[in-house]
């Protein structure tokens, strides 16, 4: 029982607001919502954006992945910490992959 309202708990607030954001940065193109946003220092700030979303929807379907594997007990405790530093380390590298190449 515990693992599923840890899970439930996981996904609410982990996985849900990485949907709003990866909806509302690489869809919407809301860049106001990136922290430190100026646009004189990017180039193309639509793709910019998308780059962004993407690397946010990628963290949002790994915690959800991560919230099933833990509500049905079919990965360790070892497998999910993994997949959960994998999940922050995406929108990291999508970050710096943006800057790279959309940066001025």
Do not use: R
């Amino acid at each position: 029982m515990e693992n599923i309202i840890g899970a439930l708990i996981m996904f609410i607030a982990g996985a849900v607001p990485g949907y709003i954001l990866a909806y509302m940065i690489g869809v919407k193109k809301s860049v106001h919502l990136i922290s430190g946003w100026n646009s004189s220092k990017i180039s193309n700030p639509d793709n910019y954006a998308q780059i962004i979303g993407f690397g946010l929807f990628i963290l949002a379907i790994n915690i959800t992945i991560a919230a099933l594997l833990l509500s049905t007990g079919l990965a360790s405790e070892m497998e999910l910490t993994f997949l959960i530093v994998g999940s922050v380390l995406a929108p990291v590298i999508c970050s710096i992959l943006a800057k790279v190449k959309y940066g001025k």
